[in-house]
């Protein structure tokens, strides 16, 4: 279940610091450095982000999803996504709901995210922009140290919603 994240402050940056040095985020972060998370204030509202956390059945956070808005371009940037447990169903659905809403609700024109490559989360994203009818834009290679202290290749992809619609209604009709 999606709820803001605007409600659940403490407990994402807990879970965020948590993550830090655990080796299986090393590719979230894309630097070998960290920053505290915080969230835009308040008075800032969603215009430029939103923010999104991806809740259990017993209401407990297992993972945060987020993206900047440049409503000039419309589009969805510096999307992103961290899933805190093993809880794969739950944030896999929340993750296609948030996806859903940029292009059915929020009406935005295209989705911009990256990957950095070797991250397991990589050939589902491949598949996604596949099925969707997007494209990988490019790959930035050695672009990333993590901290492991390798270098790593950054890879850029895109979604525009008609193909995403497109992709919906084949789906929808079995094709």
């Known amino acids: 279940m999606l709820d803001l ?47 999104f956390v991806s809740l259990d059945s017993e209401g407990e956070v297992i993972g945060i999803i987020d993206y900047h808005v440049d409503r000039e371009c419309e589009m969805a940037t510096w999307f992103g996504a961290m899933n805190f447990t093993n809880n794969k169903a739950v944030f896999g659905k929340d993750l296609g709901q948030v996806i859903d809403d940029i292009f059915c609700k929020f009406n935005m024109r295209k989705l911009e995210f990256a990957v950095i490559c070797g991250n ?56």
């Open 120 to 175: 397991p989360i990589e050939e589902t994203y491949d598949r996604m922009v596949a099925k969707y009818g997007g494209s990988i834009t490019g790959i930035k290679h050695k672009h990333v140290k993590l901290m492991d202290g390798n270098y790593y290749d950054h890879k850029d992809y895109e979604i525009f919603r008609e193909d995403y619609i497109a992709a919906k209604e084949r789906v929808k009709h079995g094709k």
């Open 5 to 51: 994240a605007y409600k659940y402050e403490d407990e994402i940056r807990d879970k965020m610091l948590d993550t830090w040095y655990d080796e299986r985020y090393m590719y979230y972060y894309s630097s070998a450095y960290h920053s505290v998370w915080q969230n835009p204030e308040p008075k800032d509202g969603d215009w430029d982000s939103r923010r």
